[in-house]
């Protein structure tokens, strides 16, 4: 309403009104507004607006009222000054009544009003709520602090902690902590976990999973607030020492590496694909872990090898059972080969034939194997040849070279004369020294320092199958037997 227009009936002038500034007060909840709307109604009801009583409402005046109240022409100041106040008395009247009225009416609002604020604030109960680490003042009417949080508009979820509970009673002043529950995806030196943390910053959450940050990296400032809107992704690679070992060297690291190929970039340890490293580059280090590189190289090597002459057994009734006799001799051949060979560390790991050349090729060599009965001489040949045939080196690799217990006593008895004679008794005769009785037990003829050095050695080796190694001396002597 503009200032000079009239206000219609039952409404009161807002001219010369004075107004109350409110007092500046939390945001209402739905039923504190309430509560307050209804107080100003009541007030406003309780006093209507003014009527003007009907016998002072504008009237024609009759001519006799308006002679009982018009002055008469009268020059006499007297009674000039006895009719004016009363005069302006009857003029005021209606005015003054009705300006009281709306005074009073306006007064009782406000006082209303002002009563109604007190009355909110008198039955109210205040409380301070810190939601997520933000505080503000609360009143309500509510008598527990699940009333105050839902005054509040402030829903509970799941994994939510409020403190006190949902459902203790409500005391003047009484401090209402509210901690969201929140979402985290975190990567912890290279390993992905989902969590759920309460904690208000990044620091707060780490801390509450015993995660400790000084030294790490750290996707995020630890002074970070947490939303309870989506997953915040997070990043923590914590400070570790670990030893490179590569080329032989030995190499501490200390850094903030999540991962085995991180860690030997702070080394300025170069690998190529070819090298052996003892975790996979990709996966997750722990503190006080060892990292070996080996390195590995392929070379070309060209050999010349032995290739083995074959050996091909004949059985023969011509010599005593277990008698062998190199009936072709073999020979062994040559060839060059052409070999790639894997190292790992400088030390061999594979070794792969890739080609060869024959330089001259082996001979099989024959070796007959007797199968004649030893208690029996006539189930077997003996040589003719003499011992003319045979050498001294001959000699000692047919009986088995220095290990053999032939060899031993053929030394010890003759020192290897097929053609021996004992000089002392001249009664023993060749290698092994037989006594004529005795060669001729065993299938000889004649002397036996006329035989071969073959058949000497076969009728010994009878001459032992059956009596045993004391048949010799020189047994005992050289430890056989």
């Not at 009705?98 to 604020?117: K, N, S």
């Amino acid at each position: 309403m503009r200032q000079g227009e009239s206000a219609g009936d039952g409404v009161l002038p807002t001219r010369g009104i004075v107004t109350a500034t409110p007092v500046e007060a939390p945001p209402l909840t739905r039923r504190e507004a309430l509560a307050r709307e209804r107080a100003a109604q009541a007030a406003s009801t309780a006093i209507p607006a003014p009527e003007v009583p009907v016998a002072e409402q504008a009237t024609p005046a009759s001519a006799a009222e308006t002679q009982a109240i018009s002055p008469r022409p009268t020059t006499d100041p007297a009674t000039v000054a006895a009719l004016s106040p009363a005069v302006t008395a009857e003029k005021r009247k209606p005015r003054s009544r009705v300006r009281t009225a709306q005074i009073v009416g306006q007064a009782v609002v406000i006082t209303a009003l002002v009563a109604g604020t007190g009355a909110f604030v008198g039955l109210s109960t205040p409380v301070d709520l810190t939601v997520d680490g933000e505080g503000s003042t609360s009143r309500t009417f509510g008598s527990t602090v699940a009333d105050v949080l839902a005054s509040e508009g402030i829903e509970v979820e799941r994994g939510d902690e409020v403190s006190p509970g949902l459902d203790t009673p409500l005391s003047r002043g009484m401090d209402i902590t509210v901690s969201t529950s929140k979402d985290l995806t975190l990567s912890l030196d290279g390993i992905e976990s989902e969590q759920t943390t309460t904690a208000h910053t990044v620091g707060q959450a780490l801390a509450d999973m015993g995660i400790d940050a000084r030294g790490a990296s750290v996707s995020m400032g630890l002074d970070t607030a947490l939303t309870d809107e989506a997953a915040t992704a997070l990043s923590v690679v914590t400070p570790k020492t670990v030893t490179v070992r590569a080329d032989g060297e030995t190499i501490p690291v200390e850094a903030t590496a999540a991962s085995v190929g991180e860690v030997l970039e702070h080394a300025g340890v170069e690998v190529s694909d070819t090298d052996f490293v003892t975790a996979p580059l990709g996966a997750p280090v722990v503190s006080g872990q060892n990292i070996d590189v080996m390195r590995t190289e392929t070379t070309t090597e060209v050999v010349e090898e032995t290739i083995k002459k074959k050996v091909e057994k004949k059985k023969t009734d011509s010599l005593v059972e277990g008698e062998t006799k190199v009936e072709k001799k073999g020979k062994d051949g040559k060839r060059t080969v052409v070999y790639e060979v894997g190292t790992l560390d400088g030390e061999e790991i594979t070794r792969v034939e890739k080609s060869e050349e024959i330089l001259e090729e082996p001979v099989t060599e024959v070796v007959l194997v007797g199968t004649g009965d030893p208690n029996d001489p006539d189930s077997y040949e003996v040589p003719s040849d003499s011992g003319s045939t045979m050498t001294t080196e001959e000699i000692k690799e047919m009986l088995g070279g220095p290990s053999s217990p032939w060899y031993k006593i053929a030394k010890c008895e003759s020192e290897f004369n097929p053609k021996a004679v004992n000089r002392q008794n001249n009664k023993y005769f060749g290698l092994f020294q037989f006594g004529i009785p005795t060669w001729q037990g065993v299938g000889g003829s004649g002397n036996p320092a006329d035989a071969s050095p073959q058949e000497q050695f076969q009728r010994a080796k009878v001459l032992q199958e059956r009596y045993g190694w004391s048949q010799w001396e020189c047994a005992g002597m050289v430890g056989v037997g």
